[in-house]
């Protein structure tokens, strides 16, 4: 059984950083892909979480549009830790951030569906 464990969530003001982790325990990332997903306040019931940020098996990494040039993601040479550095933050970051692991294809890497684990999130909150 895989566990995911997010930390590194807080306020901040607009402008600011903040690095998330994911740390895995069970397993570690280099059978799966890693992705960061976030679910922002009021969200809809239902409405899938929002794909952030990928590393897919090619290795590449995989941004939403709102957060390149912003956003960076890492994995520790142990496989076992996966980061998100966010610098540059604006109010709409303002959510839960979530890491999952699981086997999508390239072409799914953005689908919430294909991953099957995940922790519990940490908070993103983005003062104006």
């Known amino acids: 059984q895989v566990q995911l464990v997010e930390s590194g969530g807080g306020l901040v003001q607009a402008g600011g950083s903040l690095r998330l982790s994911c740390a895995a325990s069970?397993?570690?990332?280099?059978?799966?892909?890693v992705a960061w997903f976030r679910q922002a306040p009021g969200q809809a019931p239902g409405k899938d979480r929002e794909?952030?940020?990928?590393?897919?098996?090619?290795?590449?990494?995989y941004y939403v549009d709102s957060v390149k040039g912003r956003f960076t993601m890492s994995t520790g040479n142990d496989k076992r830790t996966a980061y998100l550095q966010m610098d540059t933050l604006k109010p709409e970051d303002t959510a839960v951030y979530y890491c999952?692991?699981?086997?999508?294809?390239?072409?799914?890497?953005?689908?919430?569906?294909?991953?099957?684990?995940w922790g519990q999130g940490t908070q993103v909150t983005v003062s104006s």
């Open positions: 794909f952030v940020a990928g590393i897919h098996r090619n290795n590449h990494n």
């Open positions: 999952g692991i699981g086997r999508p294809v390239l072409s799914s890497i953005r689908d919430p569906k294909m991953y099957y684990y």
């Open positions: 069970g397993s570690t990332f280099r059978d799966y892909v």
